[in-house]
C-alpha cells in the first residue's frame, strides 16, 4: 500500500472483504494515491475515503458500487459530489461482452429447464 499509486479493488463482499480498505489502510497509503472501486459495495469504508480525499491523503477516486444503490445517505451524496470524484451508477459489467455472456447463461438456463 505504501507504494502504489493506484489501488484497484475487484473481488466480492464478504465478511472477510468487509471494508478492506479503511481509515487504517488509507494511513499507510503514500499521499496522492488514486483509488478505484469496481467491486461491490461495502469493500471500501466511504467514510473514511471521504476523510483521505478530504485530507489529500487520497488524491482522486473511481467509484461504480456503493453501500448502497442508489447513493442516498447525506455520506454518500458528498462524497459522489467531490471534484475528485468519477461516480458511475455500478455499470462496469454492462459491456457488450457480459450481456453476450448473460443472454448465453439464460438461454442455458430455459434449455436446462425446457428438458
Not at 26 to 47: N, T, Y
Not at 86 to 113: F, N
Request: hydrophobic share 45%.
Amino acid at each position: 500500500l505504501a507504494q502504489a499509486d493506484y489501488i484497484s479493488l475487484h473481488l466480492p463482499h464478504t465478511e472477510t472483504t468487509h471494508h478492506l480498505l479503511g481509515a487504517a489502510q488509507f494511513a499507510l497509503m503514500k499521499d496522492g494515491v488514486r483509488i478505484v472501486d469496481a467491486a461491490r459495495g461495502g469493500v471500501l469504508d466511504e467514510a473514511a475515503l471521504y476523510a483521505a480525499l478530504l485530507s489529500g491523503k487520497v488524491a482522486a477516486a473511481a467509484l461504480d458500487v456503493y453501500s448502497e444503490e442508489p447513493p442516498q445517505s447525506e455520506l454518500l451524496r458528498k462524497l459522489v459530489e467531490l471534484p475528485q470524484v468519477v461516480a458511475t451508477p455500478h455499470i462496469g459489467a454492462s459491456t457488450k461482452e457480459a450481456q453476450a455472456r448473460i443472454g448465453d447463461e439464460i438461454i442455458k438456463l430455459v434449455q436446462e429447464y425446457l428438458a
